[in-house]
């Protein structure tokens, strides 16, 4: 098996720099078995695109706060636009905003606001409207878990076709933190937008909403993307279990499924009319231990299960090889300031057990919760995890849980639970979603004093050694003392009819071309 250096080189992912307006993502569309090959160059309008999805749940709503799952997160691209957007290349492009620029210390940033995108219920979007939606995620008493992205915003103004913001520091990532899906532009009223609105100004308008079943939508007619939105109809459902989705991909009743079951993917890109693809990015599959809570608030409890992960096994036997494996931190070869000379944690019963005895202890037993709404093959995951851990005198006890309402249920509510994560486009936005004292979606409710001093101070450097090297501190911080365990970075594959058709670059930023794969493929 590659190691992780060898699985992101050899896709062909590169990074360029910042400001040249290039984002951390490189994309590829294997072809042959593992992929739908060279797409037709010429899209068509029409027809009705079904989709099949892994995600979804009755808790779902329009809330753009609340969005935490990939079927949540591809309905709200469908329907919504954004400032930029990372294109399918990897590349950041404007979305909404037609243009920006930066003060020299890139502390003010100015974007002017594109003319004429129409809203689905009419208008058009001015710059209070982009006020507005960023003021939503913003203050002591939003609940949105994009708080901490736009926490760095002191001011915001309009400015007739431009906002300007204002930022506590210099960050010259700040135009690929306004790309993130949470972050859509919606109409204002009175200074505020409506979080139970479908109104939104992106390629297809809502006509059915059943959270946890299906949504519908059908073209915007006044879309101002010409090249976009080719189907004519958009339906998303909700098939939560790995099989029902590839049978209903198989007999017709879908075009496109996410989270492909790998334990059969070799038999099912057999079937006929049957397409696989598979691109590798940043997405990574982890175990978030609880450090408030016993015995995860022990680093030596952590660091002894983190020895404990038989990490090659589990990309040959959960991955089937589509992936790499990873070294307790979200950070791939990918990103820019990667730190390839640090330590690869290995499996060390040896050294697992010398940690426990650092804690005290002689064995250790703990329940690991896990759904196959995390990941595909979480439970097998967990099983894999518990088998290789009683060899260091650690007891596993995996829990099989439902997989509706994993996330409002099990998910930061378990001490210990298996979780999936998407990329960010940057180190800074990876660490503060997730990592960050105090962020909603930190999921191990770490708090570590020096990794936050380093995230605020690499995010306004400017030096770009002095960067790398505070990056690579934070990684090194967070593999050592951080309550994550991040075993295997993870290929997304989906399938396709051989009807549908995609552009030869395919976003690896996310599932689904980056969601959006509603506005950017189409029928043969």
Known sequence: ???????????????????????????????????????????????????????????NNYDPGTWDNAYSQTFATARHGYLTEIAGDGSLVGEVAESWESSPDAKEWTFKIRNGVEYHEGGTVKAEDVVASMNFHRGEKTTSAAQPIVAQVQD??????????????GNADFPYVVSDYHLCIMPAKDGEI????????????????????????TRNPNYWKTDRAHFDEIKLLTILDAAARQSALMTGNVDAIDQVDLKTVSLFQR?????????????????????????????????????????EEMVEKILFGYGAVGNDTPISPSYRYYADDIEQTTYDPDKSRYYLKQAGLDSLDVSLS??????????????????????????????REPNDGYWSDVWMKKPFSAVYWGGRPTEDLAFTVAYAAGAPWNDT??????????????????????????????????RTD???????????????????????????????????????????
Not at 39 to 55: I, N
Not at 161 to 168: P, R, Y
Not at 194 to 217: F, H, Q, T
């Open 445 to 478: 409710f770490w708090d570590n004093e020096r990794f936050n001093k380093l995230l605020v101070e690499a995010r306004s450097e400017l030096d770009d050694s002095k960067r790398a090297e505070m990056y690579k501190e934070m990684q090194q911080i967070l």
């Open 482 to 524: 951080g309550g994550v365990i991040v075993p295997m970075f993870a290929s997304y594959v989906m399938a396709h009819s051989n009807k549908v058709k995609h552009p030869e670059k395919v976003a690896s930023n996310w599932t689904l071309d980056g969601f959006r794969a509603c506005e950017r493929w189409w029928f043969a």
């Open 370 to 399: 896990a759904s196959d709404a995390a990941f595909g093959g979480a439970v097998d995951a967990a099983v894999l995890f518990s088998n290789s851990a009683s060899k260091a005198g650690i007891n596993i006890k995996p829990v």
């Open 194 to 217: 409506d979080p139970a609105s479908p109104n939104g100004c992106g390629p297809y308008k809502v006509v059915n909403y059943e959270p946890g079943v299906i949504a519908e939508l």
């Open 1 to 59: 098996m590659k190691n992780l250096r060898q699985s992101f080189l050899q896709s062909g992912i590169s990074r360029r720099g910042i400001l040249q307006g290039t984002a951390a993502f490189g994309a590829v569309a294997l072809a042959g078995p593992l992929g739908s090959g060279p797409a037709s160059a010429q899209p068509k309008k029409g027809g009705t695109f079904r989709v099949g999805m892994a995600g979804g749940s009755t808790n």
């Open 156 to 169: 915001i103004k309009a400015n007739g076709d431009e906002v300007i913001f204002t930022l506590e520091a």
């Open 271 to 311: 079937a006929p009319n049957v397409e696989i693809l598979s691109v590798t990015g940043t997405q990574h599959y982890t175990f978030a231990m609880d450090t408030r809570a016993a015995p995860f608030n022990d680093n030596n409890v952590r660091m002894a299960l983190k020895y404990a992960v038989d990490r």
